[in-house]
């Protein structure tokens, strides 16, 4: 059953721009990752520094192998330092 998931990461102040490349750098190689039907990132259009990610994956342990991808683990060393808070929803399309 496809997994859907949904990000939003907010920046801490001042790191809006840092957030927003490393956060872009992240598109290129999950699209390229087995298992993700589609990736995409938004940016607020009211709120600076708040970003969403809306993601389709073929099967949860497919979403798993993602979050243990070598881009997604250098991403996640430095989330503390750039996000001042996040969420992650997962689910299934009802």
């Not at 990461?9 to 993700?36: D, I």
């Not at 497919?62 to 430095?78: G, I, T, V, Y």
Request: glycine letters at 4%; charged letters at 30%.
């Amino acid at each position: 059953m496809p997994l859907t998931v949904i990000a939003t990461l907010k920046a801490k102040q001042g790191k809006e721009e840092v957030l927003y490349t490393a956060l872009k750098s992240l598109l290129a190689p999950t699209r390229a990752e087995k298992g993700c039907v589609f990736y995409d990132m938004h940016k607020s259009a009211d709120e600076p520094g708040l970003f969403m990610f809306t993601e389709e994956w073929e099967t949860r342990p497919l979403w798993d192998d993602h979050m243990n991808a070598p881009h997604l683990k250098a991403f996640a060393a430095r989330q503390d330092e750039l996000c001042e808070s996040w969420t992650l929803f997962t689910g299934e399309r009802v």
